[in-house]
């Protein structure tokens, strides 16, 4: 009979905090897909997708921007991006033209409809967040926020 090599728990004991389902990298790889998850819900009765919210809130506060200036503020690749955008333009949210001074650059600006959903999406994202942070002071909020951006900062 062989018997299976044992786990020298004592060692392993030093590493808790990076160990999953304990360490923070897995924690909030959990938040993420939960937040996702409940971005979803909210945005499917609209026929969107939380990446279309991501460009939508990139846009609201600057329309017109270089196509690469939304993939540098998403940090996402240009593939992906593309696809996104060719999904949004078919269902009326944007609209694509060339820069005037530089041929090779694309703006993509927001229609009518994709610029109504300013007033209708962002209240219904803040009722799902407010769930999500129930029993979480303004400053801890605060004080997670800045330090979520820090630990990116520190990756990037």
């Known amino acids: 009979m062989v018997t299976a090599p044992t786990v020298d728990r004592t060692n392993l004991a030093q590493w808790h905090d990076v160990l999953a389902p304990q360490s923070v990298g897995y924690r909030l790889k959990l938040l993420g897909q939960l937040c996702t998850r409940r971005l979803q819900e909210v945005l499917e009765p609209f026929g969107l997708t939380p990446f279309h919210w991501l460009v939508l809130c990139c846009l609201w506060q600057e329309d017109g921007l270089p196509t690469s200036s939304i993939g540098d503020k998403l940090q996402q690749v240009g593939g992906t991006l593309t696809g996104v955008l060719d999904r949004m333009e078919e269902r009326d949210l944007v609209r694509r033209s060339r820069d005037t001074r530089d041929r090779r650059i694309w703006r993509i600006w927001l229609t009518d409809a994709g610029r109504e959903l300013q007033y209708v999406l962002p209240p219904l994202v803040?009722?799902?967040?407010?769930?999500?942070?129930?029993?979480?002071?303004?400053?801890?909020?605060?004080?997670?926020?800045?330090?979520?951006?820090?630990?990116?900062?520190?990756?990037s």
């Open 126 to 155: 803040a009722k799902s967040r407010e769930k999500s942070m129930t029993g979480i002071s303004k400053a801890d909020r605060e004080r997670f926020s800045q330090l979520i951006d820090i630990a990116i900062l520190n990756l």
